[in-house]
């Protein structure tokens, strides 16, 4: 049997593909990402180190197919652009990219500009998430962004312009000092960009951050949960009444600007990260690089080209043996199934229970009739149509009805 015969056995469906770029101009105070500000002397050995461990998986894995790439970070769009350009030709000689992949960057707005955004777009990249998070100034500075509201709004303008047809803004709510009137100028401001794709994350005061401290400290207002609630709902009525389709909690968009590379995590789908720190989920297995950048390189360059078996089957034992792997975690069939249910409902079209059957062979509402009765007693969950799907009030309290699946 040549290597060829053999391509995609061990992955028929293809994967996502993750690559992590840690590296930030400066950390915001309430981010607790692996991502560091001040090793940027560290970014031609680490990009080195990438494609190096990118074209290792691909061997190891026998070049499968690739349905969407995503560069997160950390912040891609600091790094330079030759770098960008020669981690993509990594993944090209690697893998087989399919034809029309999603190829996402994650980026800041002060680095964007014409001739970037065009090399962007001739090197394969074909859609962006700009991390906007607000656009009052005020609240940016707080948050230790580097860029201002207008920097934001040009940077979407001038990406579209340049022929960026495919762009998420992220933003935040449920900050500290942050009023509704603030929140409600920002959503209008931006359903004003008409952009194809909007993320909204509220506020998670992380444990070890800047921020979390701040708060604790009573530097700054601990942030009101109930008006956090309320900024939810006001947006989500803003963003319904101008047409974006809510297909995920934190996520609106316009027909076919859906992310595909989050939709392939929320169907619990394959996906391999690389980089320190990322994690990946490959046939029953959930495994995670060495956060540490440095030690990431070290490792990498110690797993030699010699050290490259393809692979047939994968297992903890030939993981460990990865270089950059740091850690294994078997997810057996009823995990699976579990994080199937959680996952699948965030997305509020609803979760297939025919999808279910087909993949696991169970029927999901046998497996969990006592979770799904309880669920709908409280009215957090709805049934319909052959779809299982959070209600409004489930939206807001997704976390508690995720949790029962994994009881
Ligand atoms: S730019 Fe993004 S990844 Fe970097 S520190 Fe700020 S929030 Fe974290």
């Known amino acids: 049997m040549n290597d060829m015969s053999l391509k995609g056995e061990i992955l028929p469906d293809g994967i996502s593909l993750y690559i992590h770029i840690p590296f930030c101009k400066s950390k915001c105070p309430y981010c607790d990402f692996n991502t560091y500000q001040g090793i940027e002397s560290l970014m031609p050995p680490y990009l080195d180190a990438l494609g190096l461990e990118i074209r290792l998986w691909g061997s190891t894995l026998g070049n499968p197919r690739v349905n969407t790439i995503f560069f997160g970070g950390g912040t891609p769009s600091y790094i330079s ?25 994650e980026a800041n707005p002060g680095d964007l500009n014409g001739p970037a955004l065009t090399r962007l777009l001739e090197v394969g990249v074909n859609r962006l998430s700009i991390g906007v998070q607000s656009l009052d100034d005020s609240l940016l500075a707080m948050l230790g962004r580097r860029h201002t509201a207008q920097e934001a709004m040009e940077g979407y303008r001038l990406a579209r312009h340049t022929g960026f047809e495919s762009v998420n803004l992220d933003l935040m709510y449920g900050l500290p000092h942050q009023t509704m009137a603030q929140w409600e100028y920002t959503m209008e401001k931006i359903l004003e960009l008409d952009p194809p794709h909007v993320s909204l994350y509220c506020l998670t005061l992380e444990e070890g951050t800047p921020m979390e401290r701040w708060v604790r400290q009573g530097q700054l207002p601990e942030p009101d949960p109930d008006l956090a609630a309320d ?13 974006y389709h809510h297909y995920e909690i934190s996520n609106w968009a316009m027909p076919g600007f859906q992310s595909r590379h989050n939709l392939a995590y929320w169907l619990n789908r394959s996906y391999l990260g690389v980089g320190p720190g990322a994690h990946s989920c490959l046939r029953g297995h959930r495994f995670w690089d060495v956060a540490s950048p440095r030690e990431y390189i070290r490792r990498v360059h110690g797993w030699g080209a010699d050290d490259v078996k393809r692979v047939d089957i994968i297992d903890r034992d030939t993981l460990l043996r990865i270089g950059p792997v740091d850690g294994v975690e078997a997810v057996g069939p009823r995990l699976e199934m579990a ?19 087909g ?7 046998q497996l969990y009739r ?38």
Do not use: W
Not at 85 to 93: D, N
Not at 233 to 239: D, G, N, V
């Open 81 to 105: 652009l030759e770098h960008m350009e020669k981690a993509l030709c990594s993944v090209a000689g690697a893998f087989e990219v399919v034809q029309d992949a999603e190829t996402t960057i």
């Open 231 to 243: 900024m939810y709902t006001s947006a989500r009525e803003s963003l319904d009444r101008a047409g």
């Open 339 to 357: 994080e199937t249910m959680f996952l699948g409902l965030r997305l509020l079209d609803g979760l297939s229970v025919e999808d279910f059957k």
């Open 359 to 365: 993949r696991f062979g169970h029927d999901p509402m």
């Open 370 to 407: 006592p979770q799904i009765g309880e669920l709908e007693g409280e009215g957090l969950l709805e049934d319909s149509d052959g779809l299982l799907r959070l209600t409004e009030k489930g939206c807001l309290l997704a976390n508690q009805v995720f949790m029962r699946f994994l009881d």
